[in-house]
């Protein structure tokens, strides 16, 4: 089992967020977070590092990049028993990341700040955030992915089990909700837009057209 010693956060919800990661850093994970965790951890005495000090590049194109970055997906999805992986994590000085606490704003809170207006919903729509649950996912069998508060007494439960680890059949369940976290906020934006009623300027192609 891998050890947790590094993780990104990055949360919406915050619900009991700060007694989580007070856990996490009295156990020795350093903690990565973008700038509204990472402000809400610091004011509560929680050492934690902006994510864009430790990429290098500071959030960018009004806030919509903020995590898409190889530093931290390759921490993320690098397979740690392959030797190629190993290397390159090596070649770019690139660390391990082990853990990913991530929930994005629900997409029904989406369109009601938008006001239902599609491009308002566009541009709130989380890229970075389902990014990085779907990398830690994927990549289950090294990296445990949070993303409900919920599962933050199992995690700290494990960790005190296995010292510092998180077993694989709970890694395997976590993965799951994950999936099936990003699986629903795409599923609600499809709904949302199959609901609404796009004026353009052009006529829709024929063939995009519903059928009779």
Known sequence: MVKIRRAIISCHDKTNLVEFAKFLYENG???????????????NGIPSLYIGDYTGIPEILGGRLKTLHPKIHAGILAIRDDKLHCEQMELYSFPWIDLVV???KPVAKVIELSGGVIDEVFEQIDIGGITLIRAAAKNFRYVTVVVD???YPLVMHEMRAHEGAVSFPTRFRL?????????????AIAEFLDKSYI??????????????
């Open 149 to 151: 508060s919920l599962y």
């Open 199 to 212: 004026h353009t300027r052009e006529e829709v192609p024929i063939f995009f057209k519903d059928k009779p």
């Open 29 to 43: 994970v350093e903690i990565i977070a973008t700038i509204g965790t990472n402000e809400l951890l610091r004011a």
């Open 175 to 187: 993965a799951k909700e994950a999936f099936l976290c990003a699986s629903k906020y795409d599923k």
């Open 102 to 104: 991530v929930n994005p």
